[in-house]
């Protein structure tokens, strides 16, 4: 079993581009469901699909923002996920 650090939040790393394909599927399904509610007359159900193709692309936008900020903010896998040292038991006295 792994011994938690507590730094977690702040060493974790995102899968942006999983996230970006998922919400590229929720952005077809969002204006599929708009289209056909709209089409078949469900007022409700349409502005529940327009809110949701709303929310789908602000995260989309956020998304892409994120992955152009370069290995900065999105690290790759040669690039550790913590800073140097980190991790090392310091005894007292150490």
Known sequence: ?????GSEPTTARSSLRLRLWLSV???AWAVLGLTAFTLT??????????????LVLVDLAVIVH??????????????????????RRRWYGD
């Open 1 to 5: 079993m792994a011994m938690r650090t």
């Open 25 to 27: 599927w929720g952005l």
């Open 41 to 54: 007359g469900r007022p409700g159900w349409a502005a529940a699909c327009g809110v949701l193709l709303v």
């Open 66 to 87: 994120r992955i152009h900020q370069g290995p900065r903010y999105q690290p790759g896998r040669t690039v550790p996920p913590h800073g140097a040292g980190h991790g």
